[in-house]
Each structure stands twice: as structure tokens, then as C-alpha cells.
């Protein structure tokens, strides 16, 4: 198939220089697999394979973009829309700078990220590794849900500057299993990203769900006062904090337009805690990565933050080219955002409660309702859910109503870090809406963050 994809897009750039057409020809192949669950029953069960053409034509200044959803042997259909993409271009508004079109200067094949057998994993496999995670915990009141996705992505692109092409291929699944009380309404989660199939353990989800569902069962249930609270985040809420800061932290982009909460006169200080270090790190498999961007840049290791002060800001080669900055090679799908552990030894929430505390603890292990209240100042909002607990200085647990914080990005990673977990892992961020793009960071288990205040209480489930 990869020889197949190389030769159809080497046709299609011959085809466009013949016809004097500049264009960029970009490939997405998908073969996606889902199960979801509810009530503890499948609900759905299906799979898709796509392929997207997506040609962009550039005349000049002037440029047009035309998608298709095609398949390989419609190679007709294909040249075609080359030849669309090019008249759009003539009659598109001309941009107040000059875009580049990347002249690759040799073939780049990845393929270390695809795991054959995280792609093939029949339905009795994921059916047991549901099974094996709820295993005992289901009754006339605890009921199952989730999902279980798993696919193959391959993305390859070409130019009429260069015969040469960028071919990447990941693999990647992502698992939510969710119990729920159907009169209480309350939700417990647990989730795990995998690269390769080997990562997948079903134990790890059954172990964290069962202690979790322990306290919900048996702890009491109360709406905690407003206030200040000392607060442990979880991975999931962790990730989504700085899945945001992403767009409105260090893009080069965002900030010239006016979004981003950090400045270029940050830059070389120090804005974060010194325990606070953020790399984008593509040798990382688990965040399934490009090793070179899309417009030919070998990517490396790109520090952002280091000990809370800020390295400087991501640059597309599109938002280079306009604001006259240099790429530094993140014209990619995603990142591979990674944040460095800390010293604190926990490895999960059951080590976490069973540690001497000396204060209360207030434990977030997710953030829902998530979103921006001010991208300029970095201040986000979102509300705890999927297994909150108040870990009382006495040792004693408590199951807290819902409950939101309202603070800036630079309050949450400030000074007021008390400590990281030494253990990190990948946490998936990815999303279903549009084309396969498998997201994961990378992120301590637990970051605990003194005296945030809490800006709502809930006062039932």
C-alpha cells in the first residue's frame, strides 16, 4: 500500500507540472476501529476506512485549498481536482506575504510508529479487556460505559518544488471506561493511550476504578465550602491544561494575533515554577510523533519550558512566513508535549490517599466543562468530575459534590507548586470530529498545587 500511495502522489505532481500548476498535495489515510459501551452493553461497534486528498494551489500570492474524500484508483477524479484547486487559486484574495512552498530535499519515511498489532486486535480481545476491567463491579445500580478506539494513520504529502515526499505512519488506540451509579448519578473514569499493543493492560484501569468505586460506595457525600483548597491534579486534568496553554501559551501565531497570555518580552524569564519543565520531544513514541515537520524541518527536542523559565514560542513555517520570525519546525498535526516528573514518589490514587497529608487535600482527576474564560491572561475554568475526593488532613476521605476553579495558567503552574510525581504518563487527548489525529502528552500522574480557590460549589451530583 505505501508503494501505491508514494507512486499515486509522484503521478499527480507530474500531472500538475505538465498543466504548470504549483501545488501542495497532502495525503490522509485512516482505518479507524470503535466500540462504545452503555449500560454494560456494546452500543456500537464499527470501523471505516478513508483516504482525504487535500490540494493547495498557489498562484502568486494567491492561494486555494480543495478536499476531497477519494480513493486510490480514482486517479482521474484526483486530477481533476488539482485542476480546481488551481482556478480557485486565480480568484482568491492575495495575502500580505509570501507564503512558502517547502522544497523537500530528500524522501523521509517514518514508520517506527505503527504496531501492526495494536491495528488488529480482534473484537474478542477488546471485549476481554473490558471485561477484565470491570470485572466484579457491576451490579443493578453500577453500570459500564466507554469506549475502546484503535486505528492506523498515515499521512504523506508532496510538492511540484521537489519529487521528493514526507510518508508517516503511527498506530494508536485510546480506552475510557467509565462506571456510573444510575441513581446517584455520580461517574467514576479511568482511560489509557497506547502506541503498541503491548502497553495496553486492562489490570491498571481495574485497580484505580475499584478503589475509586470503594469511597464512592461507602465514603460520604457533601458540598464542600468555597474557598482555598490545596489541590492534586490528575493526568487527565493536567493534560487538558496544557493541551489549552498550547494554543494560547507559546504559539508564535496566536500571540502575534493578540491570544496568547505570554509575550516575546518573557522570553529567558521566569514565569512558571522552577519546577515547571515542558519539552516538545518527538523521539517520544507514546505521543505519537513527527520526527520531521510538514514542511521538511527535522524536529529535536524543544524545550519551552526550563524550570519555569520560557524558552521562547512555537513557529509554524505559514505564521513565520507572515510575521518574519523563523520556523522552529512545529508546521505539524500536533505536538509532542512533554512535562518533566518531579521527585514526589506516588504511582496512583491509592498511593496517593494513603500517604501522610499535612493539610487537606481537595483531588481533581478531571477537568469537565473545560474552557477559556480570558486567552490573554491565561485564565481557563473547568469543573472537577469522574471521581473527585477530599482527602482530609486526618486521614479520612470524602466524596465533595462537583466543584469549579476559575485561575490562570500562570496561578495553576506558578509557585504555588508544591510538588510533581516522579511517575509520568501519556495521557490521550484526541479527538473524533474531523480526520484521524492520535494526540498524547506526556505528564506526571500527579502535580499538587496549594491554595487555589474553588469558584463554585455544587451542592448535589
Given at each position: 500500500?505505501?508503494?501505491?500511495i508514494?507512486?499515486?502522489?509522484?503521478?499527480?505532481?507530474?500531472?500538475?507540472?505538465?498543466?504548470?500548476?504549483?501545488?501542495?498535495?497532502?495525503?490522509?489515510?485512516?482505518?479507524?476501529?470503535?466500540?462504545?459501551?452503555?449500560?454494560?452493553?456494546?452500543?456500537?461497534?464499527?470501523?471505516?476506512?478513508?483516504?482525504?486528498?487535500?490540494?493547495?494551489?498557489?498562484?502568486?500570492?494567491?492561494?486555494?485549498?480543495?478536499?476531497?474524500?477519494?480513493?486510490?484508483?480514482?486517479?482521474?477524479?484526483m486530477?481533476?481536482?488539482?485542476?480546481?484547486?488551481?482556478?480557485?487559486?486565480?480568484?482568491?484574495?492575495?495575502?500580505?506575504?509570501?507564503?512558502?512552498?517547502?522544497?523537500?530535499?530528500?524522501?523521509?519515511?517514518?514508520?517506527?510508529?505503527?504496531?501492526?498489532?495494536?491495528?488488529?486486535?480482534?473484537?474478542?480481545?477488546k471485549?476481554?479487556?473490558?471485561?477484565?476491567?470491570?470485572?466484579r463491579?457491576?451490579?443493578?445500580?453500577?453500570?459500564?460505559?466507554?469506549?475502546?478506539?484503535?486505528?492506523?494513520?498515515?499521512?504523506?504529502?508532496?510538492?511540484?518544488?521537489?519529487?521528493?515526499?514526507?510518508?508517516?505512519?503511527?498506530?494508536?488506540?485510546?480506552?475510557?471506561?467509565?462506571?456510573?451509579?444510575?441513581?446517584?448519578?455520580?461517574?467514576?473514569t479511568?482511560?489509557?493511550?497506547?502506541?503498541?499493543?503491548?502497553?495496553?493492560?486492562?489490570?491498571?484501569?481495574?485497580?484505580?476504578?475499584?478503589?475509586?468505586?470503594?469511597?464512592?460506595?461507602?465514603?460520604?457525600?457533601?458540598?464542600?465550602?468555597?474557598?482555598?483548597?490545596d489541590?492534586?491534579?490528575?493526568?487527565?486534568?493536567?493534560?487538558?491544561?496544557?493541551?489549552?496553554?498550547?494554543?494560547?501559551?507559546?504559539?508564535?501565531?496566536?500571540?502575534?494575533?493578540?491570544?496568547?497570555?505570554?509575550?516575546?518580552?518573557?522570553?529567558?524569564?521566569?514565569?512558571?515554577?522552577?519546577?515547571?519543565?515542558?519539552?516538545?520531544?518527538?523521539?517520544?513514541?507514546?505521543?505519537?510523533?513527527?520526527?520531521?515537520?510538514l514542511?521538511?524541518?527535522?524536529?529535536?527536542?524543544?524545550?519551552?519550558?526550563?524550570?519555569?523559565?520560557?524558552?521562547?514560542?512555537?513557529?509554524?513555517?505559514?505564521?513565520?512566513?507572515?510575521f518574519?520570525?523563523?520556523?522552529?519546525?512545529?508546521s505539524?498535526?500536533?505536538?509532542?508535549?512533554?512535562?518533566?516528573?518531579?521527585?514526589?514518589?506516588?504511582?496512583?490514587?491509592?498511593?496517593?490517599?494513603?500517604q501522610?497529608?499535612?493539610?487537606?487535600?481537595?483531588?481533581?482527576?478531571?477537568?469537565?466543562?473545560?474552557?477559556?474564560?480570558?486567552?490573554?491572561?491565561?485564565?481557563?475554568?473547568?469543573?472537577?468530575?469522574?471521581?473527585?475526593?477530599?482527602?482530609?488532613?486526618?486521614?479520612?476521605?470524602?466524596?465533595?459534590?462537583?466543584?469549579?476553579?476559575?485561575?490562570?495558567?500562570?496561578?495553576?503552574?506558578?509557585?504555588?507548586?508544591?510538588?510533581?510525581?516522579?511517575?509520568?504518563?501519556?495521557?490521550?487527548?484526541?479527538?473524533?470530529?474531523?480526520?484521524?489525529?492520535?494526540?498524547?502528552?506526556?505528564?506526571?500522574?500527579?502535580?499538587?498545587?496549594?491554595?487555589?480557590?474553588?469558584?463554585?460549589?455544587?451542592?448535589?451530583?
Amino acid at each position: 500500500m505505501k508503494e501505491r500511495i508514494l507512486q499515486t502522489l509522484t503521478d499527480l505532481r507530474k500531472y500538475a507540472l505538465k498543466r504548470g500548476h504549483t501545488v501542495s498535495i497532502f495525503f490522509h489515510e485512516e482505518d479507524s476501529h470503535l466500540i462504545r459501551f452503555a449500560n454494560s452493553a456494546i452500543s456500537l461497534n464499527t470501523n471505516e476506512h478513508l483516504i482525504a486528498l487535500e490540494i493547495t494551489a498557489q498562484v502568486g500570492r494567491k492561494r486555494a485549498t480543495y478536499m476531497m474524500v477519494t480513493d486510490l484508483s480514482q486517479i482521474v477524479e484526483m486530477k481533476k481536482a488539482i485542476d480546481t484547486a488551481a482556478e480557485m487559486a486565480k480568484f482568491a484574495q492575495a495575502l500580505n506575504y509570501e507564503p512558502t512552498i517547502p522544497e523537500f530535499k530528500e524522501t523521509f519515511i517514518d514508520e517506527d510508529g505503527y504496531d501492526p498489532a495494536l491495528l488488529e486486535m480482534t473484537n474478542s480481545e477488546k471485549l476481554k479487556y473490558f471485561n477484565t476491567v470491570s470485572a466484579r463491579m457491576e451490579d443493578k445500580d453500577i453500570r459500564l460505559s466507554g469506549i475502546f478506539s484503535n486505528g492506523k494513520n498515515t499521512i504523506a504529502q508532496i510538492n511540484t518544488r521537489s519529487e521528493h515526499v514526507q510518508y508517516f505512519t503511527t498506530s494508536d488506540c485510546q480506552v475510557t471506561a467509565v462506571l456510573s451509579h444510575s441513581g446517584l448519578k455520580w461517574e467514576l473514569t479511568a482511560e489509557q493511550s497506547a502506541q503498541k499493543k503491548s502497553e495496553l493492560d486492562p489490570l491498571v484501569l481495574h485497580k484505580d476504578l475499584a478503589f475509586l468505586l470503594k469511597h464512592y460506595r461507602h465514603d460520604t457525600p457533601r458540598q464542600i465550602p468555597l474557598g482555598k483548597y490545596d489541590i492534586v491534579f490528575a493526568a487527565a486534568a493536567t493534560a487538558e491544561i496544557v493541551r489549552y496553554m498550547n494554543w494560547i501559551g507559546f504559539d508564535g501565531g496566536m500571540m502575534k494575533r493578540g491570544f496568547c497570555f505570554l509575550s516575546e518580552e518573557y522570553v529567558g524569564k521566569k514565569v512558571l515554577s522552577d519546577k515547571f519543565t515542558l519539552v516538545d520531544d518527538p523521539t517520544r513514541l507514546e505521543t505519537f510523533p513527527f520526527k520531521r515537520d510538514l514542511a521538511g524541518i527535522e524536529r529535536k527536542p524543544f524545550p519551552i519550558f526550563k524550570n519555569g523559565i520560557f524558552q521562547g514560542f512555537t513557529w509554524t513555517q505559514d505564521d513565520a512566513d507572515e510575521f518574519g520570525a523563523k520556523p522552529t519546525g512545529h508546521s505539524v498535526t500536533h505536538k509532542s508535549l512533554v512535562i518533566e516528573g518531579g521527585s514526589h514518589k506516588v504511582k496512583n490514587i491509592e498511593d496517593l490517599v494513603s500517604q501522610p497529608r499535612d493539610n487537606d487535600l481537595l483531588y481533581f482527576p478531571y477537568l469537565h466543562y473545560f474552557n477559556l474564560v480570558n486567552p490573554s491572561k491565561g485564565v481557563i475554568t473547568g469543573s472537577s468530575r469522574f471521581g473527585a475526593l477530599l482527602l482530609k488532613k486526618d486521614g479520612s476521605v470524602e466524596v465533595p459534590y462537583n466543584v469549579r476553579i476559575t485561575q490562570s495558567m500562570q496561578d495553576i503552574y506558578g509557585d504555588k507548586i508544591a510538588w510533581l510525581s516522579k511517575n509520568i504518563i501519556p495521557y490521550n487527548v484526541s479527538e473524533s470530529y474531523f480526520g484521524r489525529n492520535p494526540i498524547a502528552l506526556i505528564v506526571p500522574a500527579f502535580i499538587r498545587v496549594n491554595d487555589l480557590e474553588i469558584s463554585h460549589s455544587n451542592s448535589s451530583y
